[in-house]
T-cell receptor
Framework: QKEVEQDPGPLSVPEGAIVSLNCTYS??????FMWYRQYSRKGPELLMY????GNKEDGRFTAQVDKSSKYISLFIRDSQPSDSATYLC????????????FGKGTRLSVIA | DAGITQSPRHKVTETGTPVTLRCHQT?????MYWYRQDPGHGLRLIHY???????DKGEVSDGYSVSRSKTEDFLLTLESATSSQTSVYFC????????????FGSGTRLTVV
């Protein structure tokens, strides 16, 4: 079993829809949870960062962590064509030297 | 991308030749990472560095070596390129390690023919 599992999609939604992207993980030591957005032919960019459990909101984006279920989610409200990208979850334990573990990414297309 | 530059951006090379990719940062960050990204595999860690001359292997390090002789530069060398190393290579930097998040470069698209 991979440490981090993420459905690769592709996911196609109409403009204005609410999008839910998810990852599951197996390592209970993970404490830091991130979502990266990657546009085609670009490097990933950090979108959301959450420590431990709970929700974090930033504009149309909400990141949710459920450590009891080892499940994290990213919600996008009022999705726009400009949200079309690949979304990667990433997580780490408390050790600064231990690299991030990434999911494989979910490709999202928002259709106008 | 601000503070991190990868070179070259594109390269085509022949099987069996050595290839060096460069990652240069102006952020004075301690941590630097090399990933490759392939369809169906996502981002896979090749090597990383947690300080000058301090490096460690990632999950796909075979056939690759790295060097970091100064804070700002992290070099990735394919010792004898193979077609399986055709990929997009990303460098990333971090000031505090994984729990601080990474900043990625724009990538190098390498084709081995």
């Amino acid at each position: 079993q991979k440490e981090v599992e993420q459905d690769p999609g592709p996911l196609s939604v109409p403009e204005g829809a609410i999008v839910s992207l998810n990852c599951t993980y197996s390592n209970s030591a993970f404490q830091y949870f991130m979502w990266y957005r990657q546009y085609s032919r670009k490097g990933p960019e950090l979108l959301m960062y959450t420590y431990s459990s709970g929700n974090k909101e930033d504009g149309r984006f909400t990141a949710q962590v459920d450590k009891s279920s080892k499940y994290i989610s990213l919600f996008i409200r009022d999705s726009q064509p400009s949200d079309s990208a690949t979304y990667l979850c990433a997580m780490s334990s408390t050790s600064g030297n231990t690299p991030l573990v990434f999911g494989k990414g979910t490709r999202l297309s928002v259709i106008a | 991308d601000a503070g991190i530059t990868q070179s070259p951006r594109h390269k085509v090379t022949e099987t069996g030749t050595p290839v060096t990719l460069r990652c240069h940062q102006t952020e004075n960050h301690r941590y630097m990472y090399w990933y490759r990204q392939d369809p169906g595999h996502g981002l896979r860690l090749i090597h990383y560095s947690y300080g000058v001359k301090d490096t460690d292997k990632g999950e796909v390090s075979d056939g690759y070596s790295v060097s970091r002789s100064k804070t700002e530069d992290f070099l990735l060398t394919l010792e004898s390129a193979t077609s399986s190393q055709t990929s997009v290579y990303f460098c990333a930097i971090s000031g505090g390690g994984a729990d601080y998040g990474y900043t990625f470069g724009s990538g190098t698209r390498l084709t081995v023919v």
